[in-house]
């Protein structure tokens, strides 16, 4: 009997051992994210219904693949035990995550713990279904970071390998495989080469139709050109190479969205040394210093502000957190500092990069397969930003001979389709659209997304077209103009900005093609965030970067325009075949007052017209609007031909009696 007793006793331990280590948990909070950093600030309301899924296998043994959705406080939880999963959030009706978490100049937040650093959690937008369905391939393209290349010695493709490998955990019954398709050296403008050589270029991923790409590239464009101390003649000629990069990187990442349905793309930030200012002036130039955070920001954006959103692994905040405190800790260590390196990371730093890698893709590890043997991760945290408002043009015009039939079809979004053909010639020609409504102003926006509906008529071969969007209406810098870190950013490329035979001063491919699907039979949307100038304060030590307002949209425009290849004959007689352009409003919505009862509109001897109205309780201002109330269609105020820009509110109350 004694013997039993103890059996039984011995299994109710193991049965509680077994319940405390799959009490462990993965938790969050789902959030409205309202100024748009990732970090849930106070004040930023919770979101209740939001689904949460994990998919992965415990060491004790047994898959899970569940899902759950957050409480009214926006919690969610799960307690799988140790293991390795991956987890997954679907974006509400009208909402998108917010970039990941970027509070680098936090200085109260907790201490870096290597190599983990502060979670910054992202997701698959289709992965999980992919690991579902058994068959995943990861590509990861790029330079020599991606390569893993570095002069102490870390082996090729490392970090892939590794996240390759923890998929392959997360789903043992999946065929997991890895194209190591980086190459050392390699600019953004080889990702737009069309040649069979490798599979390091948007046209050959496009054939592999791979389900997830990693792409880890643009320290190459500044080689050469960028130097400590520059001349304005310097600085110039890297900004163009920044810009560009800029370009081809929109091109690229657009064009693998539209390209490859069902595809998962993940942009990794620098996280080279150089990236903020910690060694001695030969291993770090001015320019670097300078212009490398805002080259941080531009990627962010890219991959926020696509069509479909794309992932972005944001290692720079955790190698340059601690070096921001004063003492350039942060890098000690991390990168090969031997044999005139200086820029890679050793192994130590690639373990950074893996695990940031992993939790872009929505990676979480527990216990001992871990990095850092966390039984629990709380703070797996996404915040939200929701879609308040689409802003139509309601004005178009030709510049420099561009044509256009029909054009009032590109601003209506509700036509069944209908387009304005725009043609192009050889030159500067432009068709603009414009006159976005500015008078939302219970609207606080924390990021527009410029964006276009469009397809080709005719055949494109090689004389192209651009789609920008600036939100002063001035496309490019006047002749002459000196770049700064605050006086570059003029434009946003939508659609063919850049390509491998530019910048015109510095062509790495001088007679390559600028679009990579120049023909487009069918309609296909494209976006890009829209963004102003940073500002830097006087002794600051990072840029700001201001919302677009309500005044920038008055005078915003998105134009298609000509982008011949020099040297090339004739015009292709093609058609911009533009279904709708757009401006996207993400943030919050005040709420708005009281209805103003018993409206009277009447008209006086000498022709004024004359509104009364009752007073609502509390009201400080009202607006008045004239024109007509079009709702039903277009859900926006109609304020008839030739309105102003802005709705009038010159004219105070006056009490009118009874």
């Not at 789902?30 to 919770?46: K, M, S």
């Not at 307690?79 to 390795?84: E, H, I, K, L, Q």
Request: aromatic share 8%.
């Amino acid at each position: 009997m004694s013997g039993l007793r103890a059996a039984a006793l011995a299994a109710a331990a193991l049965a509680l051992a077994i319940t405390a280590a799959r009490a462990q948990t993965v938790s969050g909070n789902a959030f409205e994210d309202r100024d748009g950093d990732g970090v849930r600030d106070p004040g930023e309301p919770a979101l209740a219904g939001v689904t949460v899924e994990i998919l992965g296998v415990a060491d004790g043994g047994g898959g899970i693949d569940a899902a759950a959705t957050t409480a009214a406080d926006g919690t969610f939880s799960f307690a799988p035990g140790d293991g390795c999963y991956v987890l997954g959030v679907v974006d509400p009706a009208g909402w998108r995550l917010a970039p990941a978490r970027f509070d680098l100049f936090a200085k109260t937040a907790p201490g870096y713990t290597q190599p983990v650093g502060q979670p910054r959690f992202g997701k698959l937008d289709h992965g999980l279904a992919h690991l579902r369905a058994g068959t995943l391939r990861y590509s990861s393209l790029g330079d020599s970071i991606a390569y893993d290349w570095n002069s102490c010695g870390s082996s090729a493709f490392w970090y892939s390998l590794q996240v390759r490998d923890r998929l392959r955990c997360a789903a043992p019954g999946a065929a997991i495989d890895l194209d190591q398709a980086a190459v050392k050296g390699q600019h953004t403008d080889d990702l737009l080469v069309d040649d069979n050589d490798d599979l390091n270029n948007v046209f050959r991923m496009i054939d592999a139709q791979p389900q997830l790409i990693t792409i880890s590239m643009i320290g190459n464009d500044l080689l050469g050109v960028d130097v400590d101390n520059p001349t304005q003649a310097d600085t110039d000629k890297a900004a163009a190479e920044i810009l560009d990069a800029r370009r081809n990187l929109q091109e690229a990442l657009s064009s693998l969205v539209a390209g490859i349905p069902g595809v998962d793309v993940t942009l990794n930030s620098l996280y080279d040394n150089e990236a903020y200012a910690c060694y001695a002036p030969q291993d770090t130039t001015e320019f670097h210093r300078r212009w490398l955070p805002i080259v941080n920001r531009i990627l962010r954006e890219l991959a926020w502000g696509e069509a479909r959103r794309v992932g972005i692994n944001e290692v720079a905040a955790d190698f340059a957190r601690e070096d921001q405190q004063g003492a350039c800790s942060g890098f000690d260590g991390q990168i090969c500092r031997f044999l005139f390196d200086g820029i890679h990371p050793n192994g130590s730093g690639y373990s950074i990069v893996r695990e940031k890698v992993w939790e872009a893709l929505g990676g979480a590890n527990l216990g001992p397969r871990d990095a850092a043997e966390r039984s629990s991760i709380p703070d797996v945290d996404y915040g939200f930003l929701r879609r308040v408002r689409r802003l139509l043009p309601t004005v178009w015009e030709t510049r420099s001979g561009g044509a256009v039939t029909n054009p009032d079809a590109a601003l209506d979004d509700a036509d069944g389709g209908a387009s304005a053909s725009i043609r192009l010639g050889i030159g500067q020609e432009e068709v603009r659209f414009s006159g976005f409504p500015d008078w939302y102003d219970e609207i606080e926006i924390v990021k527009v997304v410029a964006g276009v509906r469009y397809r080709t008529s005719g055949v494109v071969t090689d004389d192209f077209y651009r789609v920008e969007a600036s939100p002063t209406g001035v496309f490019r810098a006047p002749p002459g103009h000196a770049y700064s870190p605050t006086d570059w950013n003029f434009y946003t490329p939508i659609v063919g900005g850049g390509g491998p035979n530019a910048p015109a001063s510095n062509p790495d491919y001088p007679t390559e093609k600028l679009l990579v699907v120049p023909n487009v039979a069918s309609p296909r949307e494209v976006s890009a965030t829209l963004t102003k100038n940073p500002t830097l304060a006087p002794g600051a030590a990072e840029y700001d970067w201001p919302a677009v307002t309500h005044d920038d949209l008055a005078t915003t425009a998105i134009r298609v325009v000509a982008a011949p290849v020099a040297g090339t004959p004739g015009n292709d007689g093609f058609a911009v075949e533009l279904d709708a352009a757009w401006l996207d409003l993400y943030g919050r919505e005040k709420p708005r007052p009281e209805e103003v009862p018993d409206v009277r509109a009447g008209r006086l001897a000498d022709g004024t017209l004359q509104v009364s109205f009752g007073a609502v309780p509390g009201a400080a201002r009202y607006n008045l609007y004239f024109g007509r109330l079009d709702t039903l269609r277009a859900g926006a105020y109609d304020h008839g031909a030739g309105a102003p820009a802005r709705p009038p509110c010159a004219a105070p109350p006056a009490g009118a009696g009874a």
